[in-house]
Each structure stands twice: as structure tokens, then as C-alpha cells.
């Protein structure tokens, strides 16, 4: 069993604007409302003097099934001990620097703003669920609706979604190990859906900024070691994403790249940790990671059609299985090697965990 434990102190956003999962991890919360102070330096003041406006309901130990884009999860706390025992399964590299801005940050700030993901093997039907237990109140915001719990009811959604040897890590986590470090933040707000809801996507990555003779290095340094293959972008079926294999464009050509396979473990033959370690390390000689960007299917499209001295790097989504069974064993992927969708918004559903 994982332990999930009710929301002793949450705030709906009922301003009716959806923010993207990615937009804000932390909220200041003061006499009940949002209150950005000079304290925000990533905000302007337009921003914040708006943010600082919207209304928001407070609510107190009770639980959230969401249903966002279509599909339904719910929105709990995880108690940090249940992190720590290993009842949570983590998949992606922490980065030092990250952490300790994140550490700093908790002190700073009083709420989370966005939960983590924790994805559920067993498939928990909440579609049943809500229309057997009728809710205590219903917000609807945009395309999402809240469906909010107390009592025993919130219990039978903790214990559906607790029912399993361990939960895996979707997203967030940076958010748990630095909540692990804190010493005094005790919980981390989080959306829980099952694994059959969830969709596996890879992150692609963008090397900016490369002279042509820096390319051409490159291009003869992969054709010498590794299977290199022309490709017509016109061709949609010689275009899509395979395993073992690297996407490598760059002004208007496309090249698949066939990655060595090594005699290791699924760990060293993943696609991403050989992208990473066979082709950007060692072919292009970037070995820190802020140089590249990370972009999502859409994001790469617009990027390609602005830039021609960038090179762009994609490669095909894990498995479900194949992110189970890494997880299980233990594997720690590179950092930006998966995206799940969907992602709860931020902003729409705040945890106070301290004054």
C-alpha cells in the first residue's frame, strides 16, 4: 500500500483561467487570496497585480477527481516518508542546482501551485466513481471540472489509488527529492491517474547555435562510427521515430542516426542515455546539458522552421512497459527523457503548507 492522505488546508482558483502545468510550482497565500509580493522576480507587476486578483475558495481535508483534457485523476497529498521509504518510483536525474533553488524557494513561498504526477498501475474507474457518489461541490473551469470530496468518500478515492506496491514518478521530480531535503515541508501536492490514462511522449532536444564547419565535424565523425542514413522529409513513413535509432535534422535535411547497441542492461540501451552520451558528447562535444533545449513535438516544429544553425535531435517515446520495468529496476534516466500528458494545470488547485 502507498499511503495518500487527504488536503488539510486547499484553495480552488474559480477565476475560470487555465494555466499551464508548467506556469507556476509555488503560490504565495495570504488572508486567503493570492498575494504576489516584490519577493517574485520571474513575474512582472501586470502579472502579478492579476494573478493577485483572482478569487479563490478555500477548502479544508478533503480530496479533487479532475477531469482534464477528457481524462480523470485525483488530486491528493502524498506524505514525503511515503517518497523517502521508496513506495514512489523515480525514473529521471535531480539536478544540484535545481534542488537548491527549489530548497530555497520553500521558504520563500507558502503553497504549492502545481502538483506532481504519480502515475498508478491499476486502473482505478473514476468515470464510476463520480457518478455514483455525487459530489459535495463542482467547479468547472474552462475545459476542466473539479469534483471535490470529504469524508468517506475521499477516503474510498485514497485507498483505490493507495492499493498498489508503488507509484511512479510522471513528473515532479525535482519538487519530491528537494521536498525529502526540506526538513520541515512535510507533503507534496499531487495528481494521481492511472497508467492506462496516461500518454508516454519524448522530449526532443535543440543544440543551438553551430557554425557549419562545427555541423560538418560532426556529420563525419557520425558517419564514420555509426550507420548514417539520408531521409526525405517528404516521406512521412521514413520520417517517424524508431527505437535504437536517432532523428537528426538541420537546414532542411533529415538523417536517422542507428545508435550502438551496447552489451548492457535496457539502462545503457536507452535511447535517450545513448542519444545523450553517443551522438551529443561525443559527436558534437556538448557535455553540458544547458546548452541544449528541450521541446515538445510542437515546440520542435516551430523551432525548425526558425532556426537553420541548430540541430535538432528526436527520438521515439518509451513504452509503457518499457517505463515500468526501467523504474522497477531502479534505472535513473538523463534529465527531459519523457513527457506525460496530461498534466494537471498550475494554479488551478493550491496546497498551504506552512503560514
Known sequence: MVKLEKLANSYVNVSGTLYDSEFI???????????FDDRTIFLDQAMKDKLNAEAIVKHTQG?????????????????????????????????????????????????????????????????????????????????????????????????????????????????????????????????????DSVDILPIHRQLPHLTDAQFDAALRFLQTKFKVESVDQADEAAMAPQKDTVMMYRGGQAWRVHLITLLSDGFWNNDIYRLN??????????????????????????????????????????TKAEFTESANQGNILPPKSTWMSPKAPSLLVMSKYQE
Open 277 to 318: 552520451t553517443q551522438i551529443i558528447q561525443q559527436a558534437f562535444r556538448t557535455f553540458d546539458d544547458r546548452k541544449l533545449r528541450y521541446l515538445s513535438e510542437v515546440a520542435c516544429a516551430k523551432a525548425m522552421r526558425r532556426s537553420t544553425h541548430s540541430v535538432f535531435f528526436k527520438v521515439a517515446p518509451m
Open 25 to 35: 510550482n509555488l503560490v504565495q497565500i495570504k488572508n486567503d487570496q493570492i498575494s
Open 63 to 195: 480530496v479533487y477527481v479532475i477531469d482534464n483534457q477528457g481524462r480523470k485523476g485525483l488530486i491528493c497529498d502524498l506524505p514525503i516518508t511515503e517518497y523517502q521509504r521508496g513506495a514512489v518510483k523515480n525514473h529521471e536525474l535531480v539536478l544540484p542546482e535545481t534542488i537548491q533553488g527549489m530548497l530555497s524557494n520553500y521558504h520563500g513561498y507558502n503553497a504549492e501551485a502545481a502538483p506532481v504526477m504519480l502515475i498508478a498501475k491499476q486502473a482505478v474507474d473514476l468515470d464510476a466513481f463520480v457518478a455514483e457518489h455525487p459530489a459535495e461541490l463542482i467547479y468547472t473551469v474552462a475545459s476542466d471540472q473539479l469534483y471535490y470530496y470529504t469524508g468517506t468518500a475521499a477516503d474510498e478515492l485514497l485507498a483505490a489509488f493507495g492499493d498498489t506496491d508503488a507509484l511512479y514518478v510522471g513528473d515532479g521530480h525535482h519538487r519530491l527529492y528537494s521536498t525529502s531535503l526540506s526538513g520541515f515541508k512535510q507533503y507534496v501536492l499531487s495528481y494521481v491517474i492511472s497508467i
